[in-house]
C-alpha cells in the first residue's frame, strides 16, 4: 500500500439481509485530499462511511483506513479519525468550554492540551464573547463550525463529514469550506459527502455513488469534460436518472 | 480513568441544569414520602360522629364518654329523630351516626340484650368499614366492662396481637414501597431516558465513533445515577425513621447492600429499555406503563398479592419490586437477617445478571 492513500478500498460490501445497500466499492484517497462523497438519498453513502469510520461491519470486502484494517482495528481507526454527523452533535446544555473540554478528554488529550486547544480554537472561531455560553443558545452557522473544529480537536489524520452544511446559509457554507481547505492545507485529509453540487466543484476528487455502486470517479473538471456538461449538478442529474 | 470523569462531569451538568430531572430527583421522593406518610393513610382520626340517643340513661351516656375519649372520634352533633340522620350525611361532615334504642338500660337489665345502630356513611367504603370496626371494638370493650361486674362463665375472649407494626401504622406499609418506586423510578427511568436522549440527538453516534468502548459509555451514564440513587434511598431512610418514627430494627449496612443491589437491577431494566427505544418518549412510555405501573399494582406495594387471582399472582413473580419490597419490609420491621431473605436477595441476583446479559446481546454496538 501506497504511504499517500490515507483511505484504500476495494469490493466493499455491505448487504441488510437480500438488499445490498453498498455494492463492492472501490476507491483510493490521498493525504491531505479534499474527497467528496455524493449520492443521492438512499444510495448508500451513509452506510460506506459507517463502514469505514468502525461502526458498521462490512459484509464483504477489503478497506484501510488512515492504515488500519477495518475489520480488525476499529479501535485503532477510531484514534485517527474525527467525525462529525448530519445531525448536530454537540452537547446543547454544556457550555462552548464546556463540549470541548469533553471531546477532548474523551479523545484522552491531556488537561493542559485541552485547555491550548480550547483558547486556540476559540480564538479561530470568534467565540470568545460566548465561550461561557450554553451550545444551546448559538445560532446553527456557529455551532456547525464549532462542531467541526471539536470534531477535529485530537488531530486526526482523516476528518470525515456527513452532510456538514445541511440547512445552513450561503456565507456560513462559504466559511465553512474556507475551515476544510485549511484543514487540508494542514495535511488532513478530508471525506466529505454533500448534496450541495456548488461544493462538489470545491473537492478535489468526487465520487458518486448511484443504487450502492460508484458510476463515477474523477476531478470535477474531468467528470465535466467526460458527460459533457457545464456544471457538476448536470454530471449529477445525468448519473443519477441513468 | 480520565475520561471516565470527564465523561460523569458532563453527565451532572446534563442532570443539573435540567430542572425537570432536578425535580424527580429530589423532590419527588421527598413529595412522595411526605404524601404516603401523612396525607394517604389507611387510620382514622378524629372522625365526626352524630348521636341519636332515645334513652339517655347511664348505659347510653357511659358508651358516649367512652367514644369521646377515644381520638378516633369526635363527636359532633346530638340529633333528636331518626330523619334528621339522612340530613346530616348529606351535609358530609358526619361519617357515622349512633342510634342507641329507647329504653337502652331497661332491656340491658330486664334481657340482658339492648341495641344500638352503627350508621355509617359508606361512599367511602374503605372509611365506613374501619369506623364501624373501631365502634365496634369501644363497644365489645364496653361489654366487657360490664359482664366483669355480673359473674358470667364460658366466654371466648380473642386477644388480638399486631406484630411487627402494633399500631397499624400505615406508614410503614408506604414506606419500603415508596423507596422502591423511587429507586426504581430514578435508576430505570432516568437512565433509559438519558441513553435515549444520546440516541435521539445523534451524540450516541459521535460517542460510538470516538475511541471510547462502548461499555465506558454506558458505564459513564449509569455511574451518576447510582450515585444518585443511593442518596435517594438514604434520604428516604432518614426520613421514615426520624419524621414517622419508622424502626428499622435489622442491620443498617444488610439494608445498603440490599438497596444497592436493587438500584443496580434497576439500572439494568433500564439499560435494556434505552436499547430498544429510540427516543426520550418512547423510553419514558415504556418505563412507566412497563416498570412503575407493575411496581405499584403488582408488587404487594399497595394490593395484598395474596388476595389477588391466581393469574396476577403469577405474574407478580416476575416483577423485581416485590421481592425487593419483601427483603426491606424482613429488614426494617422484622430484623431479619440474610439468612432470612437470601432467598429473595438470590432473584433479585439473578434477575440483574439476565437483564444484564440480554442488554449485552441487544445493545447495538456497531449500528447494525
Known amino acids: 500500500m501506497s504511504i499517500h492513500n490515507v483511505i484504500q478500498v476495494e469490493g466493499l460490501t455491505k448487504k441488510f439481509g437480500d438488499f445490498t445497500a453498498v455494492n463492492a466499492i472501490s476507491f483510493k484517497v490521498e493525504k491531505g485530499e479534499i474527497f467528496g462523497f455524493l449520492g443521492a438519498n438512499g444510495a448508500g453513502k451513509t452506510t460506506a462511511m459507517k463502514m469505514l469510520i468502525g461502526i458498521s461491519i462490512p459484509s464483504s470486502g477489503k478497506a484501510t483506513v488512515a492504515g488500519f484494517d477495518v475489520f480488525t482495528h476499529a479501535e485503532s481507526i477510531k484514534k485517527s479519525i474525527g467525525y462529525m454527523s448530519q445531525k448536530f452533535a454537540l452537547y446543547d446544555d454544556l457550555t462552548v468550554k464546556e463540549n470541548i473540554t469533553f471531546f477532548g478528554g474523551i479523545y484522552g488529550l491531556s488537561r493542559k492540551r485541552i485547555r491550548q486547544k480550547s483558547a486556540v480554537l476559540i480564538e479561530e472561531l ?46 456560513t457554507r462559504r466559511q465553512f469550506w474556507e475551515m476544510i481547505y485549511k484543514a487540508a492545507n494542514q495535511g488532513i485529509t478530508v471525506f466529505v459527502t454533500t448534496h450541495y453540487m456548488d461544493e462538489a466543484e470545491y473537492c478535489d476528487r468526487v465520487s458518486i455513488m448511484v443504487n450502492g455502486k460508484i458510476e463515477a470517479l474523477d476531478t470535477p473538471k474531468k467528470l465535466k469534460e467526460q458527460f459533457k456538461v457545464a456544471n457538476m449538478n448536470d454530471v449529477f442529474l445525468k448519473l443519477a436518472r441513468g | 480513568m480520565k475520561r471516565f470523569i470527564g465523561f460523569v462531569k458532563k453527565e451532572f451538568y446534563h442532570i443539573f441544569r435540567d430542572r425537570r430531572s432536578l425535580f424527580i430527583l429530589f423532590g419527588m421522593p421527598i413529595a412522595q414520602i411526605m404524601l404516603f406518610g401523612f396525607a394517604i393513610t389507611n387510620e382514622i382520626n378524629n372522625v365526626d360522629i352524630a348521636i341519636l340517643d332515645h334513652s339517655k340513661d347511664t348505659n347510653t351516656e357511659e358508651i358516649i364518654n367512652k367514644i ?84 358470667f362463665s364460658y366466654q371466648i375472649v380473642p386477644q388480638t396481637r399486631m406484630v411487627y407494626n402494633p399500631e397499624l401504622k400505615s406508614v410503614y406499609m408506604f414506606v419500603p414501597g415508596v423507596m422502591t418506586i423511587i429507586l426504581m423510578l430514578v435508576s430505570a427511568m432516568m437512565t433509559s431516558i438519558s441513553i435515549a436522549r444520546e440516541k435521539e440527538l445523534g451524540t450516541m453516534e459521535i460517542l460510538l465513533v470516538s475511541p471510547l468502548k462502548p461499555f465506558q459509555v454506558i458505564v459513564g451514564k449509569v455511574f451518576p445515577y447510582i450515585f444518585l440513587s443511593i442518596i435517594n434511598a438514604i434520604v428516604i431512610v432518614v426520613l421514615s425513621i426520624f419524621i414517622f418514627k419508622m424502626p428499622v430494627l435489622g442491620s443498617l449496612v444488610l439494608l445498603g447492600l440490599e438497596s444497592v443491589l436493587f438500584i443496580i437491577t434497576a439500572l439494568a431494566l433500564g439499560i435494556l429499555i434505552s436499547t430498544i427505544s429510540a427516543t426520550q418518549q418512547t423510553a419514558m412510555m415504556i418505563s412507566l406503563m412497563g416498570l412503575m405501573l407493575p411496581v405499584i399494582l403488582l408488587s404487594g406495594f399497595i394490593f395484598p398479592i395474596s388476595s389477588m387471582p391466581l393469574p396476577l399472582q403469577v405474574i407478580s413473580n416476575i416483577i423485581p419490586a416485590k421481592w425487593f419490597i419483601i427483603i426491606i419490609k424482613g429488614i426494617m420491621l422484622k430484623g431479619v437477617g440474610i439468612q432470612f431473605i437470601w432467598k429473595e436477595t438470590l432473584i433479585l441476583v439473578g434477575m ?16 447494525e
Not at chain 2, 352 to 366: D, E, L, M
Open chain 1, 126 to 171: 470568534g467565540l470568545e464573547k460566548v465561550a461561557n455560553k450554553l451550545v444551546g443558545a448559538l445560532p446553527l452557522g456557529w455551532k456547525q463550525k464549532l462542531s467541526f473544529s471539536v470534531s477535529m480537536i485530537h488531530d486526526p489524520k482523516i476528518v470525515f463529514l456527513d452532510e456538514p452544511t445541511g440547512g445552513v446559509d450561503p456565507i
Open chain 2, 68 to 151: 369521646s375519649a377515644s381520638k378516633y372520634f369526635s363527636i359532633n352533633q346530638f340529633i333528636d329523630k331518626e330523619s334528621d340522620i339522612e340530613t346530616i350525611f348529606k351535609k358530609g361532615k358526619i361519617k357515622a351516626v349512633l342510634n342507641f334504642e329507647k329504653d337502652f338500660s331497661k332491656n340491658l337489665i330486664k334481657d340482658y340484650k339492648a341495641n344500638i345502630q352503627i350508621v355509617t356513611d359508606a361512599t367511602d367504603p374503605n372509611t365506613a368499614n374501619t369506623i364501624s370496626n373501631y365502634i365496634n371494638a369501644i363497644l365489645t370493650q364496653y361489654n366487657k366492662e360490664l359482664n366483669n361486674k355480673v359473674a
Open chain 2, 352 to 367: 440483574t445478571i439476565f437483564f444484564i446479559g440480554i442488554s449485552v446481546k441487544k445493545y447495538k454496538i456497531r449500528l
